[in-house]
């Protein structure tokens, strides 16, 4: 009789264990998020960093977009970790009168980021003030904007949220 117990016992879990493991989520079919999820942070979407070779041997192909040719310019990449829409590079400038930045021209236009085609852009820092930014759609049709800026500490790259009024 012991043996009989045993023996539905784990005919129970196998059962439960197959059909919980055909119905979980996947990379290829992922559960979307609820419509009042909150945003991602920004360290699920995108990255970015110094397009050292290291880094830009990764990838076979990438977005590009030469601003700067001349001395002192530095190569920045955006690496996003899941698609991305209507991704934008822009010139922002700090108005005194809104006491925000606004975008003042688009300088680069992709309809999309994909993680395994970065983005990548020649970089002039100019003084304290970010002069840059980035727009783009994330996967739960949110609007993102953040300043391009490099920490004062250490020379690292930070992407600062922002909202902006024009």
Request: proline fraction near 7%; charged fraction near 25%.
């Amino acid at each position: 009789m012991k043996h009989k117990h045993t023996i539905l016992l784990l005919l129970v879990i196998a059962v439960l264990v197959i059909a919980g493991c055909r119905n979980s989520a996947t990379p290829n079919n992922p559960t979307p998020p609820p419509p009042d999820a909150p945003p991602k942070e920004l360290g699920q979407l995108l990255t970015v960093d110094y397009a050292t070779e290291e880094v830009m041997d990764a990838y076979i192909t990438y977005n590009e977009f030469v601003e700067f040719d001349e001395e002192g310019y530095q190569r920045l990449i955006f690496i996003s970790r899941e698609e991305l829409t209507d991704f934008k590079f822009v010139e922002v400038e700090y108005s005194d009168d809104t006491r925000a930045f606004e975008v003042v021209k688009e300088l680069f236009e992709l309809q999309s980021l994909r993680p395994d085609k970065p983005f990548v852009v020649t970089w002039m820092e100019r003084g304290a003030l970010p002069h840059r930014a980035i727009t783009f759609t994330d996967t739960q049709g949110a609007t993102r904007r953040f300043l391009i800026s490099e920490s004062g500490n250490d020379g690292k790259l930070m992407l600062v949220d922002f909202q902006h009024v024009n």
